[in-house]
């Protein structure tokens, strides 16, 4: 047996946590603040509680709410000269993955030269960044937890995976009052981007026991409370689990990495404009169906964390219904196909070519062909 396992963010789970930022940062010896997020955080008001416990804390708070979705590196290079200028010593993200994406690459540049882009793969980041504390508001991304940051490259055209031991938060505050604003819509991407992360560590070549233990419990809460979330957005139960869920599986991705499924919503995303949680959510079905010829009983054990009734059943009877009960998941909760998001069939053998290049594809339990995924694009459309 031999594996290896790291989690890089100290973790304070509550309703309220976030309001303890102010005192939390007292702690780490700084006085100017940056804190970073975006318009829909700032117009559901969300930051107000955070701004309120720096300015309570006597901080010197500069504001960046510029951050858009998939953030790219010419954005993160204006607010890391916008935190030099200002002589920010911490950072504070309030948002989904896009804002503590943007934050944890402002970081890297505080300490580390421009541009970014040079980053690009597993510890290139050679000095640790200043302080990050990540404040998540969607159940989805675990960026809170995890040495990755995913960037945009503009001038080639795909997302960079900047990863290391000097690329995490060093405290992520789970506060589940954030995230009851989230719409339904917001809730279910996010919600099946998180499953997607559990059940792709699940089936990773890299999988041990202690990534298996967080993805299979992942799995459990997601598929379990997610439908009720996206119903109920105000089930603060739902909300709680979803949330945890959704750590569980950054713990279990930190380690196992991932999959297919995300190789392939990275070129979605760049191609199309479509979220990271729908691009995953879209393929996720059809990719564990490829997957499932290749670790049948893997796919099984996945089936069985969701709660399905087939410990009795084939290895391949137990891969059909573990599908079809993630597709039906999808559907229930309005996850839109390909065609539905508005995805391109021209694009298909980019997305397949480029898909074949990321780093997940390495971890995958089947190694795909081009023919291969651009047949998962089809069933997904």
């Known amino acids: 047996m031999h594996f290896h396992f790291t989690i890089p963010s100290s973790v304070a789970f509550a309703p309220g946590s976030a309001e303890t930022v102010g005192h939390l940062l007292l702690g780490f010896e700084v006085s100017k603040v940056l804190c970073i997020y975006d318009s829909g955080v700032k117009k559901a008001g969300l930051a107000d509680a955070v701004l309120h416990s720096l300015k309570a804390a006597k901080l010197e708070v500069t504001i960046w709410d510029a951050v858009e979705p998939n953030p790219t590196d010419t954005l993160v290079e204006e607010g890391a000269q916008l935190a030099k200028e200002a002589g920010i010593e911490a950072i504070v993200a309030v948002g989904g993955g896009s804002v503590i994406d943007a934050a944890k690459a402002v970081s890297i540049l505080m300490t580390n030269e421009s541009p970014i882009n040079q980053y690009d793969g597993i510890n290139l980041v050679k000095n640790a960044g200043i302080q990050v504390v990540a404040i998540p508001t969607t159940a989805g991304t675990a960026s809170e937890v995890t040495a990755f940051t995913v960037i945009t490259d503009t001038q080639q055209k795909k997302k960079m995976v900047i990863g290391g031991q000097n690329v995490g938060a060093r405290v992520a505050l789970m506060d589940p009052h954030l995230t009851l604003a989230a719409p339904p819509a917001l809730t279910a991407a996010t919600g099946m981007g998180a499953l997607a ?36 957005g105000s089930n603060l139960d739902a909300r709680n689990n979803i949330l945890l869920g959704s750590m569980l599986a950054g713990f279990a991705y930190n380690s196992a990495i991932l999959g297919l499924a995300h190789s392939m919503s990275h070129p979605l995303c760049i191609y199309s404009g479509i ?80 898909s074949l290049k990321e780093i997940s594809t390495i971890f995958n339990p089947r190694n795909p062909s081009k023919e291969d995924v651009i047949g998962i694009l089809e069933k997904a459309y």
């Not at 559990?198 to 997601?222: G, M, W």
């Not at 691009?279 to 996945?302: C, M, S, T």
């Not at 309005?334 to 508005?342: D, F, M, N, R």
């Open 197 to 232: 992360h559990a059940i792709e560590a699940y089936l990773s070549v890299a999988a041990s026991i202690p990534t298996d233990i967080n993805a299979t419990k992942a799995i459990q809460l997601l598929f379990q409370y997610l439908p009720e979330a996206v119903r109920n």
């Open 275 to 354: 979220s990271h949680g729908l691009a995953n959510a879209a393929v996720l079905p059809y990719v564990i169906e490829y997957n499932g010829q290749a670790v049948p009983d893997r796919v099984k054990n996945v089936g069985l964390a969701m709660g399905l009734e087939i410990q009795d059943l084939a290895a391949n009877e137990a891969v059909a219904m573990t599908v079809a009960a993630i597709r039906e998941l999808s559907r229930s909760i309005g996850i839109p196909t390909l065609k539905e998001l508005g995805v391109s069939r021209d694009d298909f053998e980019k997305i397949a070519l480029d």
